[in-house]
């Protein structure tokens, strides 16, 4: 790789990757993203730079390997100072992610608890987004990329939870479309349907249809 180069190894129904890709965008920084086959094969250069956990998304710039999405974007931030991405929040994105799968990997009374429990995590954020624009403020942020790829998987959740988010939490929904509004978002967020289908497969592996 040449000096300067920016790669990031990435995988496209990934939201940690997507975090990764719109905070690139937003600094205005040329990139290659590798499509990594994290079911067929990964690469050797996945596996050589993040050896512990071999996940993707892996931010490898002049040559130095960077792992994990919220530590790629304060990379990112720190990196590619202008415009400032704002400070981190204490939120814990990650719990949405996960209470989310738990949703499609659930049924019955798992199924239900594990929808409450997305929700009420979706209305602490939407608490702390008040009557904000976005987390930050009047800027678009860093918790904005940490948090709107997680959205990417809303209309799956939806479909196997039988819910809205817009009817739970109208907030946080007029939120994910006013950042949806914003090209740098709207190019690397995949199309929810498709979204839908990959999840449709996961459930199929894990033997749930």
């Known amino acids: 790789m040449s000096k300067g ?9 990934s939201p940690f990757a997507m975090r990764a890709k719109i905070a690139l965008a937003e600094k205005g920084v040329k990139f290659e993203a590798r499509e990594e086959d994290l079911f067929g094969g990964k690469s050797e250069l996945l596996l050589a730079s993040n050896p512990v956990y071999k996940k993707v998304p892996v931010l490898i710039h002049n040559g130095k390997p960077i792992p ?6 304060n990379y990112i931030d720190d990196a590619w100072p202008t415009p400032s991405l704002l400070p981190a929040c ?8 996960d ?14 608890l594990a929808k409450k429990e997305f929700i009420e995590i979706l209305k602490v954020l939407e608490e702390a987004l008040g009557k904000k624009d976005y987390f930050g403020g ?16 809303f209309h799956a959740y939806e479909v196997f939870g039988n819910f809205k988010v817009e009817d739970e939490c109208p907030k946080f ?17 995949p199309e929810e349907t498709k979204v839908y289908d990959f999840v449709c497969m996961m459930r199929k592996m894990h033997g749930l249809e």
């Not at 209470?99 to 239900?112: D, H, Q, R, V, Y």
């Not at 800027?139 to 790829?149: K, L």
């Open 173 to 189: 929904s007029a939120w994910m479309k006013k950042c949806m509004e914003r090209e740098t978002v709207a190019k690397f967020l």
């Open 68 to 73: 994990e999405s919220s530590i790629i974007v």
């Open 90 to 97: 204490p939120y814990e994105k990650q719990q949405v992610f």
């Open 5 to 13: 180069e920016v790669v990031l190894l990435d995988f496209w129904v």
């Open 99 to 112: 209470a989310g799968c738990n949703i499609w990997k659930g049924k019955g009374e798992e199924l239900e």
């Open 138 to 153: 009047d800027t678009f942020g860093f918790v904005d990329i940490i948090a709107i790829p997680l959205t990417s998987w």
